[in-house]
């Protein structure tokens, strides 16, 4: 099978905090914007990679969850459990002075983990988990 990793999706709860970040602080590239207030889907990515995306959507709107799902997912997102992503760079101290720069709630600073990996961490406006690793 010929298979390869689309478009990964996000929550946001703030599409205009959540679009400042992804596209203002990390430099990614909006490939489409739909709907309107807080009920919008935002495709992001990398610029160079066109086939590689995520999409930030309202994480509440899917018809078939219930209201104690959708309390759920609120508590989840606020507590910072419901939605993360692991990202990758050649200069991780470069991309961790932009990000925290850019007032970025900090989780980790840049650390050599004892498993072979330095990487940081961050949250995006949702409460999403951005962890970012140095591609060695």
Not at 32 to 42: A, E, N
Not at 90 to 115: C, K, M, N, S, W
Request: net charge negative; with cysteine; proline share 7%.
């Amino acid at each position: 099978m010929d298979i390869t990793i689309h478009t990964s999706f996000l929550p946001h709860d703030d599409p205009d905090a959540s679009l400042a970040f992804y596209r203002d602080i990390l430099g990614f590239e909006v490939r489409s914007d739909v709907g309107q207030g807080k009920m919008r889907w935002i495709t992001v990515g990398p610029a160079g990679q066109p086939d590689t995306s995520i999409l930030l959507a309202p994480p509440a709107a899917d018809p078939g969850i219930t209201e104690d799902e959708r309390r759920t997912i609120v508590e989840m997102m606020a507590k910072g459990t419901y939605g993360w992503i692991l990202l990758a760079t050649r200069d991780l101290d470069g991309t961790f002075e932009r990000v925290q720069a850019g007032d970025a709630e900090v989780v980790q600073e840049p650390t050599e983990q004892p498993y072979g990996i330095r990487d940081c961490a961050f949250r995006d406006p949702a409460g999403n988990l951005v962890r970012i690793q140095e591609l060695r």
